[in-house]
């Protein structure tokens, strides 16, 4: 029996598949990672594996200039969802998902940044994010998007209303970072952007005393999400 594959984009090496990584590879999936700036990464068709994983990054969609693969990414992007092909974006991933699919990305007014629970709207506590509800989980950006034609809204916060989407049962989209919280690479988080966590009206002790107190908690539920959420997948 052929094992299915799964491949993880990686936009910058410090923003991995982290705690999800173990829930794919229980679910039977060899895991494949690339980086965009591996010279492999122009030409790799993005409909070749079973499941596409697209992590964070501190990049915008909309800085195209600066990084031609984005425009490269997306075109690629759209024909996997286009065929419905099982598809995860945190982040950053969420955000090329959104544009993939004809969304405005641009500059929210603020950095969300810390530990915080996300709202799960009520048609949505069926879905793998129920795993989620009153989990504080880290959120670490200060971009967002308009909602895309055709998917379902299925999680907010007090910050931004579009925190998480959905389009069936095989593509999935989170703003936030559940994760993180058990991984070395958060130190690299802090090193890279201290002035996101300012700017966000907090501090580097705070931050370090949140993810070391809910980190674990945070994991343990975006496991269960991820789980939930690759148990129903429907492959073709």
Not at 2 to 12: D, E, P, S, W, Y
Not at 115 to 124: G, Q
Not at 166 to 180: C, P, T, W
């Amino acid at each position: 029996m052929t094992r299915k594959k799964a491949l993880i984009i990686r936009h910058v090496p410090y923003e991995g598949v982290a705690g999800y990584r173990e829930p794919i590879e229980a679910a039977g999936y060899h895991v494949d990672r690339i980086d965009v700036t591996d010279p492999a990464f122009a030409s790799l068709d993005l409909r070749e594996h079973d499941l596409l994983i697209m992590m964070g990054g501190p990049m915008g969609v909309y800085e195209q200039d600066r990084h031609p693969w984005i425009a490269c990414q997306l075109r690629r992007l759209k024909l996997r969802l286009d065929a419905g092909l099982p598809t995860l974006g945190v982040c950053f991933g969420a955000q090329m998902i959104a544009a993939a699919l004809g969304a405005k990305v641009y500059p929210g007014p603020v950095k969300e940044v810390g530990f915080h629970p996300v709202t799960i709207h009520d048609h949505a506590h069926d879905s793998p994010l129920r795993h989620l509800v009153g989990v504080p989980v880290l959120h670490w950006h200060g971009d967002t998007f308009t909602r895309p034609e055709g998917v379902d809204l299925i999680a907010s916060s007090p910050v931004y209303d579009h925190q998480a989407f959905r389009r069936g049962a095989n593509l999935l989209a989170v703003q936030f970072h559940a994760e993180m919280g058990e991984d070395e690479r958060f130190n690299a988080w802090i090193a890279e952007w201290p002035e996101s966590v300012i700017e966000a009206g907090g501090d580097e002790a705070a931050l370090r005393a949140a993810h070391d107190e809910l980190g674990p908690g945070a994991v343990a539920a975006g496991r269960a999400m991820i789980t939930e959420w690759l148990a129903n997948l429907a492959h073709g």
